[in-house]
């Protein structure tokens, strides 16, 4: 962290784990508020980065309700303080605005195919009316938010019971059971390591010219969730296989990103191929499972009711 800079962390700890920042708490120039989003916010700041959501579809439609108000009314208690503070604010938000999109890759000019009354709808369409209130924060009192579309991120810090896919192979796979692959598994996604992605949110922070469009942010390497379980395999050299499980509804069939905006307006791209990234993300759950923080997250998971071994979605 930089010295020159004080750093106020607000979170509601829905998701997000104290531990995380254990390691900042004792910094003099650091701070940590629990504090929801959805409640009116006091502070004096020049930037804010909005990344307040769960993003795991398992923990978003667990709260659907509190999904949207935190999109809705978080956005608009950012927006409002930066109103009064006159603070930068970059909101991040997804690849989910696109729905289940026709067009591949998708370019930041596609407007998206999301079913509005869907599962998955509380997200993305919280994020979509978080993006329809930055604008209108712009035209109406002249705020200047920057809007990243983040695509599918993973890396260390994951919780084990986060139920997307990255986390949830990898724990499979050190645990010796079988890989959960909804559907045919023959859907795509493009994943970011988190690192590349903290590069992308700050450079978009740290520009002074104003950014009015928004910008997609990902790895644009596109993979199928069955070549993935065999990477997570072959990576974590287990001798395990692959159980199929029925597909979530609404579960988008392909995606990857168009970052052509990235590269020409941050001069930014991805640097971590995925074996790169995993290989970091398997050693980190490795020790995580070492340390045995796995027991009280996995009794966690009993009592919620979701899988032993990682978080898994269940519409029954
Ligand atoms: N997925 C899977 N097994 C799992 C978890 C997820 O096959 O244990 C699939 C899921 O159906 C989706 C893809 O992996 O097609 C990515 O899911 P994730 O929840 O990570 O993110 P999102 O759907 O929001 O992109």
Known sequence: MDQKQYVICLDNLSTGSIENVACLLEAPNFEFIQHDVTLPIQAEVDEIYNLACPAS??????????TLRTSVVGTMNVLELALRTGARVLHASTSEIYGDPEQH?????YSGNVNPIGVRAC?????????????????????KPRIA??????????????????????????CSEPITLYGDGQQSRSFCFVDDMIDALTCMMSLSCDIVEPVNLGNPTEISMADLAQRVIQLTD????????????????????????????????PATDLDQGLTVTIDY????????????????????????ASGMLRYD
């Open 285 to 308: 759950f490795r020790d995580l499972l070492r340390c045995g923080r796995m027991d009280a997250e996995r009794t966690t998971d009993v009592a919620a009711g979701t899988s032993p």
């Open 57 to 66: 579809p398992l923990h978003y439609q667990r709260e659907p309700v509190e």
């Open 105 to 109: 890759p998708q370019p930041e000019s």
């Open 123 to 143: 997200y993305n369409e919280g994020k979509r009316c978080a993006e329809t209130l930055c604008f209108d924060y712009r035209r109406r009192h002249g705020l």
């Open 149 to 174: 579309r983040i695509f599918n991120t993973y890396g260390p810090n994951m919780r084990i019971d986060d139920g997307r896919v990255i986390s949830n192979f990898i724990v499979q796979a050190l």
């Open 238 to 269: 287990s001798d395990i296989g692959t159980r199929h499980e029925s597909a979530p509804p609404d579960d988008p069939r392909r995606r990857r990103p168009c970052i052509d905006r990235a590269r020409s307006v941050l001069g930014w791209e």
